[in-house]
């Protein structure tokens, strides 16, 4: 018999579907993440060891609440149920569960009730547990043949029937805020489901090559690049598996930083990857002129982009695919992955922009990773330090940096600022502890006064953030003289910037870019 593929998400729509499968990745167990939809019989191919069903927004109660199929429950594989997938299994399996008097957000105290069996998934574990919570609904009566192994001041938490291996949790171990998150789900993928171990990045690596070579077969890709180590990681993926059929396109949409298309280009050249650099800077700008609105700027500058594929892909004649390096964090706040259900925050151009007549189909083999596990990958795949740490930046360029209309003379001013904050954040030796440093142009004048004289200036907001994967992001507290040095140097080199502020908001309930 062929072995298990590893462990099957069921996805009912939580923000933090893809954090349960980067933690199981971080244990090296293969992940995957399928609609909560799925037939058993489909879910029987994948040959899971495991299944874990994610939480969600939804309460059992809503009409259209999203319901798996519950015959998944007595296939004989281990499942582990989080939040909502907790409910669902004692809704289906015949217990009771009812809209909770006091809901539970945030941090609660796990107490541990084993008793004399002891638990498979509770074991090794101190009592009290803080562990995190968001739930509205709870469990008041068990279902048929459970037993409860926890709970907190006001729920049941934690239940099981170890005959049937079915384990549920109404908090959520994935999170960082659960203290002994992956000792839980250690306990479930290898003490309850004797997982293999065989997840790592050059088992990903082999596994994306495989598959993209089956995919693509004689065919042929086009690859947008960036420069960034996105895209730079998916296109030498995707050059390994078809070699020269791989196409790599990088243009100018006009909306790049100080010397990126010159500096980028022969970077990528040195990379052996076979690169046509496109100027197409003027259709952009002349597309942006007028444009104020965030989401409008993104569809513009995603379909001018796709147009741009399309007609290199006409003049490179018979290409099939697209290649980009879009990332979990991309999706999850764009669109729902694989068809689950949550919530629409920023449309990031590489995945919510492709205009409806695009002929090109997709290919993103970095589609289910974040950023901390495309560095790994790349460094497996020996690229070099200077792109692997490289900061990340938005597909729309500085154009979302350009709060209202994107100009050539603001343009020009924040290209000046940004250069600076980037010079003086590595002159400090800061640049690859931060996870993006970067100037915002705001479209706000204020009175300055310079040499005697009064001035009526634009404002710079200079933005630095700690993330581990864009999903949460803490500003960093520069050193005072590293923000001295940039606002000085901002105030006096960059003509027409008489104000420097510093943005100290996190996300959330802020975002990375002000747009
Ligand atoms: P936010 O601003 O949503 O950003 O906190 C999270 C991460 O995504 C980047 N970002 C984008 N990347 N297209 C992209 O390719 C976009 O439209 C876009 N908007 C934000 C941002 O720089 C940060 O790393």
Redo the contacts with the bound molecule.
């Keep these: 018999m062929e072995s298990a593929t590893g462990i099957v998400i069921l996805d009912f729509g939580s923000q933090y579907t893809q954090l349960i499968a980067r933690r199981i990745r971080q244990q090296h167990v293969r992940s995957t993440i399928v609609p909560c939809t799925i037939s058993p019989k489909d879910l029987g191919k994948l040959r899971p060891a495991g299944i874990i069903l994610s939480g969600g927004p939804s309460s059992v109660f809503d009409e259209g609440a999203p319901r798996s199929d519950p015959a998944i429950l007595k296939m004989g594989t281990p499942v582990l149920g989080i939040c909502y997938g907790f409910q669902l299994i004692s809704h289906q399996l015949g217990g009771t569960v009812r809209p909770a008097p006091h809901r539970e957000y945030g941090r609660a105290q796990l107490e541990i009730i084993v008793g004399s069996g002891g638990s498979r998934l509770l074991r090794s574990l101190p009592s009290p547990l803080p562990v995190w919570n968001s739930h509205g609904d709870q469990i008041v009566k068990l279902p048929p043949g459970f037993r409860q192994t926890g709970k907190t001041e006001t729920a049941v938490a934690a239940i099981e029937d170890p005959e049937r291996r079915i384990y549920a949790l109404q908090f959520h171990p994935e999170v960082h805020h659960t203290a002994h998150g992956d000792a839980i789900l250690a306990n479930f993928l290898f003490e309850i489901c004797q997982a293999p171990a065989d997840w790592t990045p050059k088992s990903f690596i082999e596994q994306t090559v495989a598959s993209t070579r089956k995919t693509v077969g004689d065919g042929r890709a086009l690859c947008a690049l960036s420069g960034g180590v996105d895209s730079t990681v998916a296109a030498t993926l995707v050059h390994r598996a078809i070699g020269d059929r791989l196409h790599c396109i990088f243009v100018d949409n006009g909306v790049l930083r100080q010397n990126e298309f010159s500096r980028v280009s022969a970077m990528l050249r040195r990379l052996g990857l076979n690169v046509t650099g496109v100027d197409a800077s003027e259709r952009f700008l002349r597309k942006l002129a007028g444009v104020t609105d965030p989401e409008e700027k ?1 569809r513009i500058i995603g379909n001018e982009f796709i147009y741009v594929f399309e007609e290199q892909s006409t003049r490179l004649g018979e290409i099939e695919y697209l290649v980009q390096g879009t990332l979990y ?2 999706v999850i ?1 764009s669109v729902p992955v694989r068809g689950g259900p949550s919530a629409t ?2 449309t ?3 995945v919510g922009g492709l205009p409806k007549t695009m002929k090109l189909r997709l290919l993103e083999p970095l589609r289910e990773l974040f950023k901390d596990e495309v560095r790994r990958v790349g460094a497996d795949l020996d690229l070099d330090p200077e792109i692997l740490n490289r900061q ?5 360029g500085l154009a ?1 940096r350009i709060l209202g209309e994107v100009t050539r003379e603001r343009l020009e001013m924040l290209r000046a600022a940004d250069a600076i904050v980037d010079e003086e954040i590595r002159e400090a030796s800061l640049y690859e502890s931060i996870w ?1 440093s970067f100037a915002v142009l705001l479209p706000v004048r204020t009175v300055g006064v310079m040499g005697d004289q009064r001035t009526y200036g634009y404002t710079v907001a200079v933005r630095a953030v700690h993330s581990e994967d ?1 999903m949460t ?1 803490d500003w960093v507290k520069l050193p005072y003289e590293v923000l001295e040095r940039i606002s000085n140097r901002i105030i006096n080199e960059v003509q027409g910037v008489n104000r420097v502020v510093y943005d100290i908001s996190s ?1 959330p309930p802020s ?3 002000w747009e």
């Design positions: 993104r964090p991309d706040e925050i920023k990031h151009h590489n990340p930046f938005p597909g729309p979302v993006q864009a992001a996300k975002t990375i870019e």
